[in-house]
């Protein structure tokens, strides 16, 4: 295998140079390297050391992180290099474990990492880790079981499959997610909140709850960041926040939170008969403290996508706690008006005494605790 090296964060890693006939795909190389997802693993490194600085109150404790699919292993390797934790870098294909003991040698971090070539289900049961990252391709369902009952503290996952998560390839998403999504206006908020739901209902399992963090819809994935809780209590509380959407043609949405919950067929403003999607997590994305912690590990590191990493995370921080954006283009569009500057529009949802923000999801969306038909109106006072 020809490889190249490359420098992410302080940290300088062997990767694998793709085959030139597939067109240089991350996924045609015999171990799998994507340098378009270097943000994610910048947001991970400072969302990890921001977490453990929380955890600083007992610093005999010696706290494990497991990378379960690691390929070249750049992700375990960053954290294992530049926040130094005791790190275990895991993958089945044979080229991926060879060149993860290679970067391990190069980089002299053997005396804190550890090598696996296992499945990363057989690993997850083996062994319970504080910190469980899964960053597979496509989707992470086939781990969640093993990850929600080896996870102690924070759970890290990454979603690829987003076709599937936002309801655009219908049945994929029913059979790895066990729910309904729809692929509407706010597709992609849909998608973070079918996964999380999912998380959710394995964590339970274990009598465990999830607490998220941050969690953000970028380009073509999801990533969620879960402190764990433990109690059967926890969990409990944590599966009032799982519930469903009643959507209808008209725009008007119903968010109904719970499992055991009738679910009104009819929507309460024209009649017409809803579409239901769920269950999902309606709760809490991200927690606004931990985004600007984040925010702070960022500034102070080197990362190649700095700028861009902290634009997003002070959109996550800043948008509203509410379930499901509103896509100012298409309510426009139904009322036949032109749209504004997205903060014209914010600012006159607050002037009429609602709460409102833009979202890190899309520069033409906003939230909002308004119904829609005042939303529609002060669209066509603007
Ligand atoms: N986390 C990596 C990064 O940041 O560059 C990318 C990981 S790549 C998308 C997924 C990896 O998971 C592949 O290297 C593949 O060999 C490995 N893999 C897939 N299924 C696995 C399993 N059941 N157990 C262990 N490794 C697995």
Redesign the pocket.
Known sequence: MKVRSVKEGDTEVL?PVPEEGANFA??AAP????PV?EM??DISIAATSAFLKRMESDPEKTITYV??????????LRVANEIGIETTL????ED?YQLILENIEKLGIDGHTFARH??????LHEKHFNIV?L???GTPA??LAAAARSVIDLLEV?A?DTAPLCGAHLNSGIRKYAAIPLNNEYHSEMGVRILLGRIARELSLHDKAMIPLLSHATRHYVRTYLHIRRGAKQADKMLKKMGFIAQCECGNREIVYGLAVHVRDKCSLCGKENIISGPMWLGELHEPEFCDETIEELEQRNCGTKEMSVKMLQFCRDELDIPMFYEQHLLCKKLGVSASAIDTLITALRDNGHKASRTHFSGTSFKTDAELPDIERIIADI
Request: proline share 8%.
């Open positions: 990767v991350p996924s171990v799998f390297f994507n997802m994610n693993r990378d379960a699919l690691s390929a070249s292993g750049i992700r375990g895991n993958d089945w294909s991926a296992k499945n990363a289900n057989v690993l990252d960053d597979p391709f086939p781990f990454t690829t």
